[in-house]
C-alpha cells in the first residue's frame, strides 16, 4: 500500500534523499533549509550533522562522498557563501558516492540580509543545478541529483527558495533503496589539487559540462509544453507555477534542470512561439543566456529582480509595467517577552555605546525603540568589524556583539585576529544555549547534536581565553551590574569578554512570577515602552497594561520605572 505524508519542501527533499540511500548529511542551519537537516536527523540509517559553519558542513559532506557514501550538504544562499572555497574545487574533484548540495534562496528576504540568487553560482562553479517548482518535484529530484552526481562524477545543486522550501505538499513516498558503499582509491590527480593535477580536471571539467549540457537537453526535467503559440514561456522552478497560473493557456519551456542551459530545447521552443519570455525571480539568469543565443526576448523590467513574483506581478511583467513598490507592511518583529538579549541592550543604550552587531535574534535591538546596534553584514562580522571600529572611533565606545551560535560559526576566528592586532576593548558573547533565531538548533556550545544526544561541549569561557582575550568573565544576563560590568570593561586598557549567560525562554520554556503593576501609581511617563516588550503596551484609552500571559517575569521592566507602578512580585 502507497503512503503519503504532507510534507514542506524541505521535508519532501529530505525523504527523497533518504530514500535514494543518503548515508551521511551535514549543514548549518538557516532559514529556509533548517528543516531539511532537522528531517534527516530522525533517520538512524543517516549520520546527520549540525556543523559549525557551511564551510565546515561542505567539507565533512564532501569527505563522507569521497569516502564512498552518498551525502547531502545543505544550507540557506548565504550559507553557501561561506562554503565557497571547497564548493569551487569539488566541482573539479568530483565525487566517489553521489554528492548534493542543497541551497535554499529567499528571494523577497523573509529572514535574511540579501536576496542573492544562487543560479549564478552553478555557472560560476560549473556544476550542475536542479530548481524544483514544489515538494513533489523536490522529492523526486533528489533521487535524481544523486543519479546525476554519479553519473558525471560532480557535485549537484539543487537550489529550492523559500516557497518551495515551506510550501506543504502531499507526497507519495516510497521505501528506502540502499546503496553499496563505493571503494576509496586513492587517487591523488583526482582528490589533490595542486597545479598540475588541477589543470588538467579543468579540462576535464569544460569537457563533462558539454556532456552535462547534452543531458540537459535529454532530460524529461526540461519540457516544452506547446499551447496557445503567441505567447511562449520559459520559466523555471517555483516561477513556472507562477506564470503557468497566470496564463495557463500559454505554451511554456518548463526548466528543472537549469544548469548548463538545454540549448537546442531553448532554441527549438522558441522557433514555436511569436513572443517570448523568460520568467524567472531575481536576476535574469536564463534570459541573458537566451540573448546569447541570439534569440530575441522579451526582458523584465528591473524593478521585477527585487522580491518574489507570484502570478499578478507575471502579468505585469508580460504587460511590461513596472513594479510598484508597495510599503513594507510586515509586522515589527520584536524579541519575545523576557528575552535575555533586551536586558543587556537595555545597559548599552544607557551607555550610549555604539555597537558593532551580528546575525540572531539580537539583530532585532536595532529596531526602534531600542535602536542600539550600528551595523550587521554577516556572520562573524561584529568581532572582526569592532576590532577596527574600535580602534578609529576610540577605546571605551564600541562594543562588539555576538550570539553563541554566531561566536562559534566564524566570530572566534575575528577575536583571534583582535587579539593578534592588540585590539582592546570589550566583546559581549549573549549565549542563551542555542541557535534561537533559526527554531533552536543545539550547537557546540549547547553541548547537544543534531541527533539530540548529549556530546562534548565547547566551553566558551575557555575558547575566547586560548583565542588571546586578556579579560574572560561571565555574568548572568539579568544580573544587577551588568551596565556598570560592560563600562568597566569596555574602558579597560585590556581585550575582554563578557559571557552573557541566560538560556532562551521561548525554548527553555522559563516563566518567573511576573512583576506587580499599580496602575494608581503610573505617570504613563512611557519609559517602559522603551524596552519594546510586548507584554507591556499602551492600551487603546491610553493607558499603560501589563499582560501577565505574555510576561514570562524577567523584570526589567521593574528598572525602567522610576515611579514604583512596576514591582518585583515577592516569591
Ligand atoms: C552564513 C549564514 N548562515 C546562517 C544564517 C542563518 N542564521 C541567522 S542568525 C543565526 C544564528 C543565531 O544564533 P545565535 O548567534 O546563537 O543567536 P540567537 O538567535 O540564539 O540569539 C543563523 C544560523 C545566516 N544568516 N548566515
Not at 277 to 305: C, M, N, T, W
Request: one cysteine or more.
Amino acid at each position: 500500500m502507497k503512503t503519503t505524508l504532507l510534507l514542506s519542501g524541505d521535508e519532501a527533499l529530505a525523504r527523497g534523499a533518504y530514500e535514494a540511500g543518503l548515508k551521511a548529511a551535514a549543514a548549518y542551519p538557516g532559514t529556509p533549509s533548517t528543516e531539511i537537516l532537522e528531517y534527516l536527523a530522525k533517520f538512524p540509517e543517516v549520520d546527520a550533522k549540525w556543523s559549525v559553519n557551511e564551510k565546515t558542513a561542505y567539507e565533512v559532506a564532501l569527505g563522507a562522498s569521497v569516502a564512498g557514501v552518498r551525502s547531502m550538504y545543505s544550507s540557506k544562499h548565504v550559507g553557501l557563501n561561506v562554503a565557497m572555497d571547497p564548493l569551487m574545487t569539488s566541482a573539479y574533484t568530483g565525487i566517489n558516492g553521489g554528492f548534493v548540495v542543497v541551497v535554499a534562496d529567499d528571494p523577497q528576504m523573509a529572514s535574511s540580509q540579501n536576496e542573492q540568487d544562487n543560479r549564478l553560482i552553478a555557472k560560476f562553479a560549473k556544476l550542475p543545478m536542479l530548481e524544483p517548482a514544489s515538494p513533489k518535484e523536490a522529492y523526486e529530484m533528489a533521487r535524481i541529483a544523486f543519479e546525476v552526481s554519479e553519473k558525471f562524477d560532480t557535485p549537484v545543486i539543487i537550489r529550492i527558495t523559500t516557497r518551495v522550501a515551506h510550501t506543504k505538499e502531499n507526497v507519495e513516498i516510497g521505501e528506502r533503496n540502499e546503496i553499496a558503499d563505493k571503494p576509496f582509491t586513492p587517487n591523488a590527480p583526482k582528490y589533490v589539487m595542486v597545479p598540475g593535477y588541477a589543470y588538467k580536471k579543468h579540462i576535464a571539467l569544460e569537457a563533462k559540462l558539454l556532456e552535462m549540457a547534452k543531458y540537459s537537453d535529454e532530460t524529461p526535467l526540461n519540457s516544452a509544453e506547446i499551447n496557445d503559440k503567441s505567447l511562449g514561456i520559459i520559466a523555471d522552478g517555483v516561477s513556472y507555477l507562477y506564470a503557468k497560473e497566470a496564463f495557463p493557456d500559454a505554451s511554456f519551456l518548463k526548466i528543472g534542470f537549469t544548469y548548463p542551459f538545454c540549448d537546442e530545447k531553448i532554441k527549438n521552443f522558441a522557433k514555436e512561439v511569436k513572443d517570448l519570455y523568460v520568467i524567472e525571480e531575481s536576476e535574469p539568469f536564463i534570459e541573458e543566456h537566451v540573448r546569447q543565443l541570439g534569440i530575441p526576448v522579451k526582458a523584465k523590467d528591473v524593478s521585477y529582480r527585487i522580491g518574489e513574483l507570484n502570478s499578478t506581478l507575471v502579468k505585469e511583467i508580460i504587460e511590461n509595467k513596472k513594479k510598484i513598490e508597495k510599503p513594507f507592511t510586515a509586522r515589527k518583529p520584536v524579541l519575545c517577552p523576557g528575552c535575555s538579549h533586551r536586558a543587556v541592550f537595555y545597559a548599552l543604550k544607557n551607555l550610549k555605546l555604539t555597537v558593532s552587531g551580528d546575525i540572531g535574534c539580537y539583530t532585532l535591538g536595532a529596531l526602534k525603540p531600542l535602536e542600539t546596534l550600528h551595523t550587521t553584514v554577516c556572520m562573524g562580522a561584529s568581532v572582526t568589524m569592532f576590532e577596527s571600529m574600535s580602534k578609529i572611533l576610540g577605546r571605551g565606545k564600541v562594543v562588539g556583539i555576538i550570539g553563541d551560535s554566531t561566536f562559534v560559526h566564524s566570530g572566534v576566528e575575528g577575536l583571534i585576529d583582535a587579539a593578534y592586532n592588540g585590539a582592546k576593548g570589550l566583546v559581549i558573547i549573549l549565549d542563551n544555549s542555542n541557535t534561537a533565531m533559526t527554531g533552536s538548533q543545539p550547537n557546540p556550545a549547547t553541548g547537544v547534536n543534531a541527533k539530540g544526544k548529549k556530546t562534548k561541549r565547547l566551553i566558551l569561557e575557555d575558547i575566547c581565553k586560548a583565542a588571546g582575550a586578556d579579560i574572560v568573565e561571565t555574568i548572568n544576563a539579568f544580573a544587577d551590574n551588568l551596565q556598570d560590568k560592560i563600562k568597566e570593561l569596555t574602558d579597560k586598557d585590556a581585550l575582554s569578554v563578557l559571557i552573557v549567560k541566560y538560556p532562551c525562554r521561548l525554548i527553555y520554556k522559563i516563566k518567573d512570577p511576573v512583576p506587580k503593576f499599580n496602575s494608581s501609581k503610573c505617570v504613563t511617563c512611557g519609559a517602559c515602552l522603551q524596552i519594546d516588550c510586548p507584554a507591556i503596551y499602551k492600551n487603546k484609552e491610553g493607558k499603560i497594561t501589563l499582560d501577565e500571559h505574555l510576561c514570562t517575569g524577567c523584570n526589567l521592566c521593574v528598572k525602567t520605572c522610576k515611579f514604583g507602578a512596576l514591582a518585583k512580585k515577592d516569591n
